[in-house]
């Protein structure tokens, strides 16, 4: 009698990288591109000073003003006559920290004076005016 050979065959399996590597890569690309434009605030035409860059500091109270009179704390949007109260509930127990102001070349000083003396009336007195720098001629 003959004894037969039984090949015995061994199943390999390799997982495919190469798609979930190229699909990994192209959302991180992704990400990469639309990430600056997701942080930025409210869009304000700041006016040109001469003036000194300051440093940013994470613990920072922004308030922007814009063109057409919103006024922001942070992202929130806030009514005048409601200005003073939430500034004040917000600054409570924080009274060391920078207040930065942005607002739009083509705001009404009025409107610009009035945010600003809430803000001292809450206690604010680090205020940082941003403005953009003046054009090398």
Do not use: C, W
């Not at 009698?1 to 199943?11: D, G, I, P, S, Y």
């Not at 990994?24 to 992704?30: C, Q």
């Not at 109270?61 to 057409?68: F, G, L, M, P």
Request: net charge negative.
């Amino acid at each position: 009698m003959a004894k037969r050979k039984r090949r015995e065959r061994h199943l390999e399996s390799n997982l495919n990288l190469t798609n979930m590597i190229d699909v990994v890569f192209t959302l991180l690309i992704i990400f990469m591109i639309t990430a600056p434009m997701m942080t930025q605030g409210i869009q304000v035409n700041l006016p040109n000073a001469d003036a000194k860059s300051m440093e940013v500091d994470e613990t920072v109270i922004e308030i922007t003003i814009n063109n057409k009179g919103e006024i922001y704390i942070g992202k929130d949007v806030v009514a005048l006559n409601k200005f003073g109260a939430e500034f004040k509930a917000i600054f409570a127990g924080r009274t060391e920290t920078p207040i930065y102001v942005s607002a739009d070349k083509d705001v009404q000083y009025g409107l610009f004076v009035r945010v600003i003396s809430e803000v001292q009336n809450a206690g604010g007195v680090k205020l940082g005016f941003l403005t953009e720098p003046l054009e090398k001629e």
